[in-house]
């Protein structure tokens, strides 16, 4: 096992794999900007290094620096966390490269799953259902008119260097596909520098559900179940739970066993998510990701395995073990993600937190990086909490949940504590009939 590993994050997701490294005995190198000397995550390592400005470009973007950090300190192991460099293919080769060992897959699976055209040959293949479609680049306005004539109206352009909702246009005519292509195209080339373009019939009311995978190096696969995403805000993921409540247990033993069928068959190494819609019986890939994801928590709570211990022991060549391959799931989670912005308009926060009170007791788990006196920076990404329950019935974790962000206390700046009070108390939520629509629609109503 290492004796030492670079975190090379910030926030809670920092916090978080400090943890995990801790309690295996791992010590702890934290990186870390100018603008979060006095962060949590570099108060809790063993040892830090300033590796640049508060500009995430400057520093926890800077792939230089923190090579440099991680030869300073003398650190085995690099774990991205989620966001910044952790789905940079070319940071994993570089990792690898100079002698560490990347926690996370391997650089040629970060790169497949980073072209969406790409990531939906490779997976169908592996026999997982993707969307009906153009099966690859659509080269011009009247390929991309056929296509819809072939599976009909609407359909969806997407960029292929997109992903998470950037670059999609709708279309639901001829003539709006013909201006779609030409436009997701253009704007694909501006914003990635790569205009490639596919079309997939457009799923008009879906749910998001995913599938958390752990491979090891041995070949042994372990699905984590499902989470269920759908309650978003422009792509932003707001509100998560597991088992999601529109599945059956068939439904997902047989999405696992597709899942799991086809790492094996990638040799696919650490944790890692497939993104499906559900609509009408069928799930439809969409997207994987190839890193630990915000919403872990919710798996790790219904399943009882530690995600983070998981991916640092399988990148040190450890087999996970095998009573944890299809862990029966226990009880229900859910997550609320909490950020520095006003709860009805949305606008950034930043600032001076005057006092912190986290919610506790039975059933209730906070990833943090905040403290009382904290100052939320307006260079990072808002999420400062997530709060997370866990019942034996999904009643159980709502009524917790409830309970838990009724305790939560957050001064000095606005947070969207608020609105997870309000969503979590709608009939929507409580009888579990929402879609990926549901919360925009609610907020474009003004029922929140
Ligand atoms: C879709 C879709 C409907 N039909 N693809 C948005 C994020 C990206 N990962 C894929 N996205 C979508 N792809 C087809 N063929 C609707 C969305 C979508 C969405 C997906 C998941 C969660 C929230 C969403 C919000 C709007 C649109």
Redesign the pocket.
Known sequence: MFKKVLIANRGEIAIRIHRACREMGIQTVAIHSEADENALHVKMANESVCIGPAQADKSYLNIPRIMAAAELTDAEAIHPGYGFLSENAKFASIVEELGFTFIGPEARHIEIMGDKVQALDYVRELGIPT?P?SDGEVKNPEHAVEIGKKIGFPV?V?AAA????RG?KVAHSESALRTAFTVASTEAKAAFGDGRVFI?????N?R?IEIQVLCDKHGNVATLGERD??L?RR?QKVIEESPSPAITQKQRDELCEVVRNACAKMNYLGAGTF?F?YEDGHF?F??MNTRVQVEHPITEMVTGVDIVREQIRVAAGEKLNISKMAPKLRGHSIECRITAENSETFLPSPGHVTDYHPPSGPGVRVDSCLYTDYHVSPYYDPMIAKVITHGATRDEAIAKMQRALEETVIEGIDTTVPLHRKLIATNAFKTGEYT??TLEKFLEEGRL
């Open positions: 969307i479609g969806i997407k997109g992903g998470g909702g999609m997939e019939k457009f799923l008009q879906p998001h995403c759908s978003q792509h993104e819609l439809y969409i997207e990926i629509h």
